[in-house]
């Protein structure tokens, strides 16, 4: 079946630091890709998507691109901020909407 | 506000017990989909509805199960419940029954947590 593979955290950074979060995924076809965002005491909020090979996903400073020939989607931001901790999930989008997460990468940012 | 409403937002009850946990979607949106979080789990889908109908299933125990009502508010009803139940549960809601890539974005309500004592 579908799944998806990310970095396990915490991942601890000081503020202004550069986040890079990995995530792969084994699917057939070529699925939809999301990265979910939970901060604490919250749900999931979508933070970004992309539907097709080499697309770039882009919101409030993050980014991710699908890349086909490595099955990947790696989560970046340039310079992290202290409101930025919270869970983040990449997940792919399976027929009918249901999505496969991966386990959730924790982000502690430090000021 | 995600605009998806989940109550009760905790819960606590005993071993054997039966609870149910609802679910309003995001207005105009016609499916809801269930999934629990637990530590060692993860997030596991249970099961879809859309509009009324059930249209998937996932990892969804014989002891669980769900229905969508006709203005489209869905109940997930947990019973005989065990230690191992405890967990967030999420609802979350979508504008279509996803027949195709999955590309719909799925809006996340808060969260009901269960503790099973």
């Known amino acids: 079946g579908n799944s998806v593979t990310q970095m396990e955290g915490p991942v601890t950074l000081s503020e202004e630091a550069f986040l890079t979060i990995n995530c792969t995924y084994t699917?057939?076809?070529?699925?939809?890709l999301f990265w979910y965002v939970q901060y604490p005491g919250e749900g999931l909020q979508l933070l970004l998507k992309a539907t097709k090979a080499d697309d770039k996903g882009s919101n409030k400073g993050f980014e991710a691109t699908y890349r086909k020939e490595t099955t990947s989607f790696h989560l970046e931001k340039g310079s992290v901020q202290v409101s930025d901790s919270a869970v983040y999930f990449c997940?792919?989008?399976?027929?009918?909407?249901?999505?496969?997460f991966g386990a959730g990468t924790i982000l502690r940012v430090k000021s | 506000d995600s605009g998806v409403t989940q109550t009760p937002k905790h819960l606590i009850t005993a071993t054997g017990q039966r609870v149910t946990l609802r679910c309003s979607p995001r207005s105009g949106d016609l499916s809801v989909y269930w999934y629990q979080q637990s530590l060692d789990q993860g997030l596991q889908f249970l099961i879809q509805?859309?509009?009324?109908?059930?249209?998937a299933k996932g990892n969804i125990l014989e002891r669980f199960s769900a229905q969508q009502f006709p203005d489209l508010h869905s109940e997930l009803n947990l019973s005989s419940l065990e230690l191992g139940d405890s967990a967030l549960y999420f609802c979350?809601?979508?504008?279509?029954?996803?027949?195709?890539?999955?590309?719909?974005?799925?809006?996340f309500g808060a969260g009901s947590r269960l503790t099973v004592l």
């Open positions: 979350a809601s979508a504008l279509g029954s996803g027949l195709g890539t999955g590309a719909n974005v799925l809006t």
């Open positions: 699917a057939t076809g070529y699925p939809s």
């Open positions: 997940a792919l989008g399976e027929y009918g909407n249901k999505l496969v």
């Open positions: 509805y859309y509009n009324g109908e059930e249209r």
